[in-house]
């Protein structure tokens, strides 16, 4: 099919419910790798929270982290590319109004950090029981994270406010979309607004990676789950949305395949490139 790079998601996508590699799916990546196909991991994470399972992959030496905030070569573990918040963007986004069931954080350097409130009790702000024991195992948590995030303002990756109740979320994404420059605003499960900056986003991320490497978006397929996916998805020419997608994430795909439990990636990197040896 001509396919020269394969970029995914991580949750929802590429890794089971259980936050593992299925064996398909690492038999899959290692035909794609045999093949001299680049295989780049896109995700919501900061670098510091991606699997050393992930960076080890064969056909890894790309990954792109908070949502399109920053590209990193993970040979040389150094970031090569990014799209960092705007400070005004930044500080407006601090001024909107939230309750105390609505928690902050901030990406900075590849490193994740929460408030404290967020990181002893993550299921209390909606977070799941795979969801808190990565919360916990990978934030850092910080008292006053409003003082933190204006002390690095020129500095942010990407931000994200967490918040379990819908109708407070509803008003915080109305108030980040019609009042905050310069920015977009996004979501990989429901409880997270996630922002970056108006030109970051995996997609825009994707097809600088792309053009680096001579590939065109005709000759690259992209996996996705989430809203926050639908950039990536429709910037090539084989997107492919999980069956336990979001409806933003399916509309924006060309192809469907099986959900995360199901083998989804695996099942359509063979379907597109063949598998080997009969197996």
Same mark, same amino acid.
């Given at each position: 099919?001509?396919?020269?790079?394969?970029?995914?998601?991580?949750?929802?996508?590429?890794?089971?419910?259980?936050?593992?590699?299925?064996?398909?799916?690492?038999?899959?990546?290692?035909?794609?790798?045999?093949?001299?196909?680049?295989?780049?991991?896109?995700?919501?994470?900061?670098?510091?929270?991606?699997?050393?399972?992930?960076?080890?992959?064969?056909?890894?030496?790309?990954?792109?982290?908070?949502?399109?905030?920053?590209?990193?070569?993970?040979?040389?573990?150094?970031?090569?590319?990014?799209?960092?918040?705007? &400070?005004?963007?930044?500080?407006?986004?601090?001024?909107?109004?939230?309750?105390?069931?609505?928690?902050?954080?901030?990406?900075?350097?590849?490193?994740?950090?929460?408030?404290? &409130?967020?990181?002893?009790?993550?299921?209390?702000?909606?977070?799941?029981?795979?969801?808190?024991?990565?919360?916990?195992?990978?934030?850092?948590?910080?008292?006053?994270?409003?003082?933190?995030?204006?002390?690095?303002?020129?500095?942010?990756?990407?931000?994200?406010?967490?918040?379990?109740?819908?109708?407070?979320?509803?008003?915080?994404?109305?108030?980040?979309?019609?009042?905050?420059?310069?920015?977009?605003?996004?979501?990989?499960?429901?409880?997270?607004?996630?922002?970056?900056?108006?030109?970051?986003?995996?997609?825009?991320?994707?097809?600088?990676?792309?053009?680096?490497?001579?590939?065109?978006?005709?000759? &690259?397929?992209?996996?996705?789950?989430?809203?926050?996916?639908?950039?990536?998805?429709?910037?090539?020419?084989?997107?492919?949305?999980?069956?336990?997608?979001?409806?933003?994430?399916?509309?924006?795909?060309?192809?469907?395949?099986?959900?995360?439990?199901?083998?989804?990636?695996?099942? &359509?990197?063979?379907?597109?490139?063949?598998?080997?040896?009969?197996?």
């Amino acid at each position: 099919m001509g396919i020269k790079l394969i970029a995914s998601d991580l949750d929802g996508t590429l890794l089971t419910d259980q936050k593992t590699l299925s064996y398909e799916t690492k038999r899959s990546l290692d035909m794609a790798a045999r093949r001299g196909i680049y295989f780049v991991p896109a995700t919501g994470r900061s670098f510091k929270a991606v699997p050393d399972i992930i960076k080890e992959l064969p056909g890894v030496e790309y990954i792109i982290t908070a949502n399109g905030g920053a590209l990193y070569s993970v040979s040389s573990g150094k970031r090569i590319y990014q799209r960092l918040l705007e &400070a005004a963007s930044v500080e407006k986004a601090l001024e909107a109004e939230r309750s105390e069931k609505t928690v902050l954080e901030v990406f900075i350097d590849g490193e994740p950090y929460s408030e404290e &409130a967020y990181v002893k009790a993550p299921m209390d702000y909606g977070a799941t029981e795979y969801g808190a024991e990565y919360v916990r195992r990978t934030r850092i948590p910080v008292k006053n994270i409003v003082s933190f995030a204006l002390k690095h303002k020129s500095e942010l990756d990407s931000m994200a406010f967490v918040c379990k109740d819908a109708e407070e979320r509803q008003r915080l994404r109305f108030y980040l979309e019609s009042q905050v420059p310069e920015i977009y605003v996004t979501s990989s499960v429901p409880h997270l607004l996630e922002i970056g900056h108006k030109d970051a986003g995996k997609g825009n991320t994707l097809l600088y990676l792309l053009k680096k490497l001579g590939i065109s978006p005709e000759e &690259a397929m992209a996996f996705g789950d989430a809203d926050n996916d639908s950039s990536m998805i429709s910037a090539v020419k084989y997107g492919v949305a999980m069956e336990n997608g979001s409806p933003a994430c399916k509309k924006a795909a060309v192809f469907l395949t099986k959900s995360n439990q199901k083998d989804g990636v695996a099942r &359509a990197i063979f379907h597109f490139l063949g598998k080997e040896n009969g197996r």
